[in-house]
C-alpha cells in the first residue's frame, strides 16, 4: 500500500517542513532529508519508505544537536554521548552520529586530549597525574591518555611546577622552614606532580634556611599558640606552647628563646 505526498508546507523554523500524505498531515522532515530522498508533490511512498524517511530524519536532528554541540569547542565521544543522551536521541541514532563525526574528522579524542594537555601545561599548574584524571572522566582511553601526556614533557612540568612553589612559599611564608617544605612537597603532589619531578622542582627552588624568616615565623606561630593556651599558667603553659612549635618543625633553640622571653614578659 502506497501514499501520496500531496503537499509539502514550510514550517516557521528554518529547514523544517511539513509532509503531508493523501490531503493528511503526516509528519515533519528536515531539509537536508527531503533534498538527499528528492521528495516533491506528487511522489509514492510505501510504508517502509515512510520509516526510513522517519528514521533519517531522526538522525539528521541527532547530527544537527551535535554539530551546534561543538560549535562552541572540541569535545569527546562521550561528551557528546552524554548530550545527546540528555536531549533523548536513541542509543543507534547516537552510533550513527559518531560515526558520521568520526569519519569526517571532527571528533577525534586523542587530538582532543593533546590539545587538552597543551592548553593545561601552558594555562594552568597542575601535573600530568591531575590531567590524566581529568581526561578520563571525559572518557579518553588510557592508551590516548598516555600518548597525549607525551605533550607535556618533564622540562615543561618543572617550569610549571616551580612557578607553583614559588607562590605556596609566599603563602607559608609564616612556618617554619621544615613545614614550608613540607606542605610546598604536599601541595605539588596534590596538583598532580610525581615524587621524581617534585625533587627536581625542590632542587630547582634551592630552599634554603632563614634565620631571621625562621625567628619571625616562630614568634607568629608561637605568639597564636600563647594565647590559645591562655586558661593555663607558667609551667603548663610553656609545655603547651613548646609542643606546639616542636609539631610546627621549630628548632629547640628557638623555642627555648621564645619561652625565655614569654618569661621575661610576664
Same mark, same amino acid.
Given at each position: 500500500m502506497t501514499k501520496t505526498i500531496t503537499l509539502i508546507k514550510t514550517q516557521k523554523r528554518k529547514g523544517r517542513? /511539513?509532509?503531508y500524505l493523501d490531503g493528511k498531515y503526516a509528519f515533519p522532515l528536515g531539509e537536508d532529508v527531503l533534498i538527499r530522498f528528492g521528495l516533491s508533490k506528487g511522489r509514492e511512498l510505501t510504508t517502509e519508505q515512510i520509516d526510513n524517511l522517519k528514521e533519517a530524519d531522526?538522525?539528521?536532528?541527532?547530527?544537527?544537536?551535535?554539530? /551546534?554541540?561543538?560549535?562552541?569547542?572540541?569535545?569527546t565521544k562521550k561528551e557528546i554521548k552524554d548530550?545527546?543522551?540528555? $536531549? #533523548?536521541?536513541? #542509543? $543507534? *541514532? %547516537? #552510533?550513527?552520529?559518531? $560515526?558520521?563525526?568520526?569519519e569526517m574528522g571532527l571528533v577525534? *579524542?586523542? !587530538?582532543?586530549?593533546?590539545?587538552?594537555?597543551? &592548553?593545561?601545561?601552558?594555562?594552568? *599548574? !597542575?601535573?600530568? &597525574?591531575?590531567? !590524566?584524571?581529568?581526561?578520563?572522566? !571525559?572518557g579518553i582511553t588510557e592508551s590516548a591518555i598516555e600518548e597525549a601526556l607525551l605533550e607535556f614533557p618533564e622540562e615543561q612540568q618543572i617550569i610549571n611546577g616551580v612557578t607553583a612553589a614559588k607562590k605556596s612559599v609566599r603563602h607559608f611564608h609564616s612556618e617554619s622552614f621544615r613545614t614550608k617544605t613540607n606542605k610546598i612537597r604536599q601541595q605539588l603532589m596534590q596538583k598532580g606532580f610525581n615524587g621524581d619531578v617534585? /625533587?627536581? %622542582?625542590?632542587? #630547582?627552588? *634551592?630552599?634554603q634556611p632563614d634565620e631571621t624568616q625562621e625567628q619571625e615565623a616562630l614568634t607568629i606561630q608561637g605568639d597564636k599558640l600563647w594565647r590559645k593556651n591562655h586558661r593555663y599558667t607558667g609551667t603548663k603553659r610553656q609545655q603547651k606552647v613548646r609542643q606546639g612549635l616542636y609539631r610546627k618543625g621549630f628548632s629547640g633553640d628557638l623555642i627555648d628563646q621564645y619561652l625565655k622571653d614569654k618569661s621575661e614578659e610576664e
Open positions: 517542513y /511539513n509532509i531522526n538522525t539528521s536532528k541527532a547530527y544537527q544537536k551535535a554539530l /551546534n554541540y561543538l560549535a562552541h569547542q572540541l569535545r548530550h545527546l543522551h540528555q $536531549n #533523548e536521541v536513541t #542509543e $543507534n *541514532d %547516537i #552510533e550513527k552520529t559518531l $560515526n558520521k563525526l568520526t577525534d *579524542d586523542l !587530538k582532543y586530549a593533546q590539545s587538552f594537555v597543551r &592548553t593545561t601545561a601552558k594555562t594552568a *599548574d !597542575k601535573g600530568p &597525574t591531575v590531567i !590524566k584524571s581529568k581526561l578520563k572522566q !571525559k617534585i /625533587n627536581l %622542582i625542590m632542587e #630547582e627552588l *634551592d630552599l
